[in-house]
Every structure is written in C-alpha cells, then in structure tokens.
C-alpha cells in the first residue's frame, strides 16, 4: 500500500492577511512517497537539494503529529516509511513544512480509505505545524492540500478556496536567513490597536477582490498595506528594502515578506524577465540569493507517479 503525492508551496499571510489568506504556487514543491506496513517504526528519509536541513528521525518531522491523529481518530495501528524528494527550502517562508503535513495528510486519507473531507484534513495537517512554529496553523496546510488562494478561519477551520485567473506571476527572492518560525510568532504583539485591526480587515478584504477581479491599483495598495506585522519581521531583514525596491523596480505590483520571512516576493500581471530582476537585485549589492519565477497554482496536493520522486 503506497502513494507518491506533489505537494505545492504556499505563500502565507499576503500582506495584512495574517494566518488566514495563504497561496499555493507551482514550485517549487515536493514529492512525498509513503507505503504503509503494519509492525516496526516510522522512517523517513529526504532526498534532493535541501534534505540536509531536514532531521532523519520521524518524530521530529511536521509529519508525526499528523500521523498519530490518523492512528487516534481511526483507531487502527499502522507505520509509515515515507521518502521525500524535498524541492522547497526549509525556514525559507514558502511553507515547507506546512507542505509535507499537508502531504502525509493526503496520503493516509486515501491509503486507509478514510474518507475525511477537506475540513478535517485542514485541521490534522495544521496539527504538523507545531514541529516547526510551536502552535498549529492552517493557512499554509490548507494552501498546499487545496490549492488557489485559501482564506481560512483559524479559529473555526471555516475555509473558502478562490481559484486565482491565469494571467499572474510571482517573482519569490529568498535571501538571509531567520530565526525559527517558532521565533518570528514569539515577536508579534498579543494585541493591536482598533485602527490598526481596521486597517488590516480592510485591506485582506481588497486583497481578494483585487486578485479575483484584476484591479491592480488596489492590489498594490492592500499587499503591501499590512500595519501589524511585517513593520515588526521586516526589520529583522537587512536585505528587505533593497528585494523590495528591486521588484517593483522590475515591474511587481506588489511586494511583501513570504511567510514570515526571509523570503519576499512580488506578484506581477506579466511574466517577469529573470536578468532584469537579478540585475536590479545585484545592482543594489545583493550577492547572495534564489531568484525563483513562478505563478499561483489552483491545484493543491495530487497523485502522481512514483518516478516523479527522482526528477
């Protein structure tokens, strides 16, 4: 019993759109093989460029607390051998870890004929993220298992998914480095002030009509109007002015930090030219970076066949 899944990136918060607006995007991403066996242990064993900054013990993956709420709620035992060809930087910002959660999710719903619907599966695969920020958080899990652009409710897992129109592009810079995702939450102030909540709703409300309707004035203004908490993570970033700058420079309509950083990235309603951005990047002193040029992606978490985990 075995099952090789994709499972796409995601682009979380947006702008003001803390923990509930996320964006799944088209790479990178990675590929997660799981067999079930019944007798023995977990394993877990990453490939590919980044598998070194993952740990080979299973119980310090994002994927164990999601595979021991399978064994809870169905009450049956189980192991899991998984293989992951790991195509998204970890603590980059592009919810690498929110991706493979969302992938065993996925895996195990249809290896054990589960049949839990897409609600359920946001709140298992949310349950992986506290390996990696210390607390579950829905917006990237949900992005990657569904895809589009996911606004979700994390207080009660209410979710509605907003297939994105095919003329936009995302130019990701990933740069520096941050403390752990654990670390970036421990920043953010436990509570805002009624303007800036104002401020906030207003502007993840414009966000989601501007990408849906392609009202480029607003969409500049709403992603890049968050007053909460990129002002506090952008500081932590020398390279966030000069990235910033570069991108709109270049084109963006809007850009913003990735996540919670180090990442930042800026959508475009054209398809960016790579020399031109790296140009403007290294014209600024940036030397060392990733430039990676994508596009959202309305299909989340899927099926694909086993020789996809070696290309």
């Known amino acids: 019993m075995s099952i090789c899944v994709r499972s796409p990136a995601s682009i979380a918060n947006l702008g003001p759109g803390f923990d509930i607006l996320s964006m799944a995007i088209t790479e990178p991403y990675d590929v997660v093989c799981v067999k079930l066996t019944h007798g023995g242990d977990d394993s877990v064993r990453f490939i590919g460029e980044y598998s070194h900054y993952l740990p080979s013990n299973f119980r310090s993956t994002t994927m164990h607390p999601v595979v021991e709420e399978f064994r809870r709620i169905l009450g049956i035992n189980f192991n899991v051998h998984v293989t992951i060809w790991k195509g998204i930087k970890p603590a980059s910002g592009l919810g690498s870890s929110g991706a493979d959660a969302a992938a065993i999710a996925y895996a195990l719903n249809k290896l054990l004929n589960a049949g839990l619907n897409h609600k359920s599966l946001i709140r298992i695969a949310a349950l992986g993220e506290t390996a990696a920020a210390g607390v579950p958080h829905m917006d990237n899990v949900a992005a990657s298992l569904l895809g589009g652009l996911v ?11 907003v297939d994105l129109p095919s003329n936009y592009w995302v130019s990701v810079v990933i740069a520096g480095s941050k403390p752990s ?55 932590l970033y020398p390279h966030y002015n000069v990235v910033k700058e570069a991108l709109l420079k270049a084109g963006a309509i809007g850009v913003t930090l990735a996540g919670a950083g180090p990442s930042l990235f800026g959508i475009f309603d054209f398809e960016p030219d790579r020399e031109s951005i790296s140009g403007l990047l ?22 694909v066949p086993y020789e996809d985990l070696n290309t």
């Open 151 to 161: 606004i979700i409710n994390p207080v009660t897992g209410d979710f509605v998914k």
């Open 282 to 303: 290294e014209a600024r002193g940036l030397r060392d970076y990733v430039l990676i040029i994508t596009r959202p992606s309305n299909v989340g978490v899927h099926e």
């Open 181 to 235: 995702t654990r670390e970036m939450r421990k920043l953010l102030p436990n509570a805002v002030g009624m303007n800036d909540l104002k401020n906030n709703s207003a502007y993840a409300s414009m966000l989601v009509y501007s990408l849906i309707t392609g009202n480029r004035e607003v969409l500049s203004r709403a992603l890049m109007g968050d007053s909460i908490v990129e002002p506090v993570r952008s500081r």
